[in-house]
Every structure is written in C-alpha cells, then in structure tokens.
C-alpha cells in the first residue's frame, strides 16, 4: 500500500512540474516528454517510418536530411514542414530543399493518427525529431534517445536556407563555419558528413564537377577518373532532365554505414563538400579513423544527432502545436 502511495505521489508532482513548466514557460527538453499526455507517440512515428521505408529504402534518407535541414534553419521548429502560400515561399521551395527533400508524407501520417489519439498535444517538430532517429536505427545505425518537449515555430522562410545549409561546393574553412555557426566543433562536422552515405543525390548538385569544374571547361582533378565516367553515364552532359540522380555512395546506398568515408579517401566523394575533409590533415585522420572504426563512427554519429535535435528548439509557451504539419494554425 505505501509503495502504491508513493508511485501516486510521484505521478502527482511529475504532471504538476509538467504543467507548471508549461505555464511559466521554461520547460525544456525531457525524454518521455509524452509519457502521460500521448504515451504512444513515438511507436506510432517508428511504425509509420518503418512502412514507409518497406515501400521505399530511400525515405531513411529523405527523414534524416529534413531533420538537419529544419535545424540548421531557425532551430528544430519543424518550419521546414509548412507548405508554401501564395505570399511566402517557405523553406521546403527553397532550391536548397526541393526537390532533395523526401517523405513529408510520412510525417503527415504520423501528425494524422497522433491528432486523432491525442489531440494538439504532439508537436511536428518532435515527430521530425522521432522519425530522423527512427530511420538511422532502420538504416543499420545506433539507437539513441530522444528528448522531447519541442513547440512548432510559426515562420518558414526559403530565403533563409541560403545562409543556413552548407553547399554542395562548399570549401573545408566554409564548411567548418557553417557547422561551428550552430555550436558544432570541426570533429563532429566530419561526423555528421558520413549522412552522405545514404540517399541519393541530383546531377544538377554536382554536375559542374564532372563537365566545368570551377568555371574551367574541364573535370575536376579531384575526382576519381573511373568514378568520373560512371557519373558521367547517369548525368548526360547538357541533359534537361531534372529528376536525375545518383546513389550518394554507390556500394551500399541504403545502408548507414563508413563506406562513405572508404569513398573520400579514394576521392570518391560526390559533392566537393565530401571531398574537401581530405584538405586538412586533422580532418582527414578524421576521415581514416571513421573510414576502419566503424563502431566508434556510428556513437559519434548517434550523439551528434541528439545535439544537433536541440538546435534552437522552442519550448514551454513558445510556437505552438500545429493540428496540420503543413500550415500554421
């Protein structure tokens, strides 16, 4: 009986902490932050990205570069989610995010049956967060933990994912500076590179590489040669197709692995991004070490992705929860 009483007293102060957060607005980020008010939030999210990816591996992909995208631009407030309206283009237009971006229909779905079980008590943001973390773990990656507790922020921009996202030729000092910008250090910036291992990536990002290298008429001296021409197979020179586009690692393209990292140190990084850790000789041993370590790769992986969910993140009576990913209430 007094062991019954103190669960009751404990469950007691836990909603009134909850709440009392809620009200004065300081309430950060918690693991099982939906504990009591939706406690099958995070499996309906898990069985929603698992359909998904039983239809279509890439999606894994797709999840994890939305999550990144939404934090790097005004924080992990799902912004990246809203659907542009005849007098915002928001970030998902931005040329950035479309078309790379993929699988915002699994984060609906998700939205549609949490709404239905609990209503506008789970943010979109936090389903990001649990989808992004959903598909590491189905792509072969580490499970890790995810606080919650993120509001939905109110604004979604495309002209603020120019200054925000790293690019695809960005140099080693740009790269640096961009990650360094959100609070990351060098190390985890090579980390966090090795989500190049998964997906697919469209010629028009890379095509310069293989036809007019730095305005030059020519292949960039960088590049594998043999590489270069299978790339050059699948990217037709002059090809208006839009909707080409290549495994990002050709080996095993849906699988979270440090084949990525084999790929640079053969100079068979795609973008001139992945090319560029080899420029420094501290983020090249980077690179060698993820390349045969990859156990040690994939913990680093898992805690700089939980860093990187707490980018910026709104909380307590900050944003809202949106009743529908794509529009602001």
């Given amino acids: 009986m007094e062991s019954l009483k103190g669960e009751i007293l404990l469950l007691v102060l836990m909603v ?150 790293p690019g695809p030729n960005s140099n080693l000092r740009q790269l640096t500076q961009s990650f360094a910008n959100k609070g990351f250090t060098q190390d985890e910036m090579v980390t966090l590179s090795g989500a190049h291992t998964i997906g697919r990536a469209h010629c028009g990002t890379f095509s310069s590489r293989l036809y007019n290298n730095s305005g030059t008429a020519s292949q960039d001296p960088n590049l594998e040669p043999y590489y270069a021409e299978q790339l050059k197979q699948q990217c037709p020179q002059g090809s208006t197709d839009a909707s080409l586009a290549v495994p990002m690692d050709p080996w095993s393209p849906d699988e979270l692995d440090t084949s990525y990292y084999a790929n640079v140190l053969e100079n068979r990084g795609l973008f001139a991004s992945d090319q560029a850790l080899l420029t420094d000789p501290a983020t090249a041993a980077q690179v060698r070490l993820s390349a045969f370590d990859s156990f040690a790769w994939s913990d680093r992986f898992a805690q700089a992705m939980l860093k990187m969910g707490q980018i910026g993140v709104l909380t307590g009576s900050d944003g809202e929860i949106r009743l529908n990913c794509r529009v602001i209430n």
């Fill in 16 to 165: 009134w902490a909850f709440m009392s957060a809620l009200i004065d607005g300081t309430t950060e980020l918690q693991l099982g932050f939906y504990g009591i008010s939706c406690p099958q939030a995070e499996m309906v999210v898990r069985e929603e990205v698992s359909m998904a990816l039983r239809d279509d591996a890439g999606l894994a992909a797709g999840l994890l570069r939305m999550h990144f995208h939404d934090c790097f631009v005004k924080g992990c407030d799902g912004s990246v989610l809203i659907d542009s309206t005849p007098s915002n283009r928001a970030e998902k237009d931005s040329p950035a995010n479309n078309p790379s971006l993929r699988g915002f229909h699994v984060i609906d779905s998700a939205k549609s049956r949490l709404e239905a079980a609990c209503p506008e008590v789970v943010s979109c943001a936090d389903i990001l967060a649990f989808a992004a973390r959903d598909s590491i773990v189905m792509a072969g990656g580490v499970e890790y933990q995810v606080p919650a507790g993120r509001r939905d922020g109110r604004v979604s921009l495309a002209s603020e994912t120019f200054a925000n996202l």
